[in-house]
């Protein structure tokens, strides 16, 4: 089945733990991208990855590590948490398309972090 | 810069009743427009897309939307909403840096 997957669905830390976010596509997929949700102001892009080794910052990029050193491959860091770094967090990727432009995007469960 | 738009945060409807949704979009180029929906609880599903060609697209569900570049809009559409349809719906632009609008609240009423 066609998907992308996050691990872990929920997690709850303290300020100023370390952590990560897996991020997998099983879709072969050359953009692979992550967002927060935040009520009211919609998805805001984290960082994005036009390919293997290529990351380019979103809208709110502050906070956040990501890598890409396997296609299928994208996880989020944070190195240093606080707590307005709590929020829904989806992974999503997408295919390439013609001109630099991207098809839809395929959407993970989502990560519901806290950070007290 | 690109950018999207959705005036509307919240719109209710009655069952059966027609819905029209707005999307602004400002992009450099004619872009590749998206409409997502969100279920309470759930990721984004596609509903449906724009690249170019017929400026009138279908999608899933029933809806349809119409991309007007002298209007900058790309507005969702359905002539008869279920109860099944109460979402958020997010408008997206994706040029590698993608934007989603706020997105709108769909309540319908019995």
């Known amino acids: 089945e066609a998907q992308v997957t996050q691990n872990p669905r929920y997690l709850i830390t303290v300020t100023g733990k370390k952590l990560t976010v897996t991020c997998s596509q099983n879709?072969?997929?050359?953009?692979m991208s992550w967002y927060r949700q935040d009520p009211g102001l919609g998805l805001r892009q984290i960082y994005y990855?036009?390919?293997?080794?290529?990351?380019d910052k979103g809208d709110v990029p502050e906070g956040y590590k990501v890598s890409r050193k396997e296609k299928r491959n994208f996880p989020l860091i944070l190195e240093s948490p606080s707590p307005n770094q709590t929020s829904l967090y989806f992974c999503?990727?997408?295919?390439?398309?013609?001109?630099?432009?991207?098809?839809?995007?395929?959407f993970g469960p989502g990560t519901r972090l806290t950070v007290l | 810069a690109q950018s999207v738009t959705q005036p509307d945060i919240h719109i209710t409807v009655s069952e059966g009743a027609s819905l029209e949704l707005r999307c602004n979009y400002s992009?450099?180029?004619?872009?590749?427009l998206f409409w997502y929906v969100q279920s309470p609880g759930q990721g984004l599903q596609l509903l449906l897309k724009?690249?170019?060609?017929?400026?009138l697209v279908q999608g899933i569900k029933g809806f349809e939307a119409e991309f007007k570049r002298s209007q900058s809009s790309f507005n969702l559409r359905k002539p008869s909403v279920h109860w099944s349809d109460a979402a958020e719906y997010f408008c997206?632009?994706?040029?590698?840096?993608?934007?989603f609008g706020d997105g709108t609240t769909l309540t319908v009423k019995p």
């Open positions: 879709m072969n997929h050359e953009y």
């Open positions: 990855s036009m390919n293997v080794e290529v990351t």
């Open positions: 724009y690249f170019s060609g017929d400026t």
């Open positions: 997206a632009v994706n040029a590698g840096k993608s934007t």
């Open positions: 992009y450099g180029a004619t872009p590749y």
């Open positions: 999503a990727s997408g295919r390439e398309e013609a001109g630099g432009r991207y098809n839809e995007q395929f």
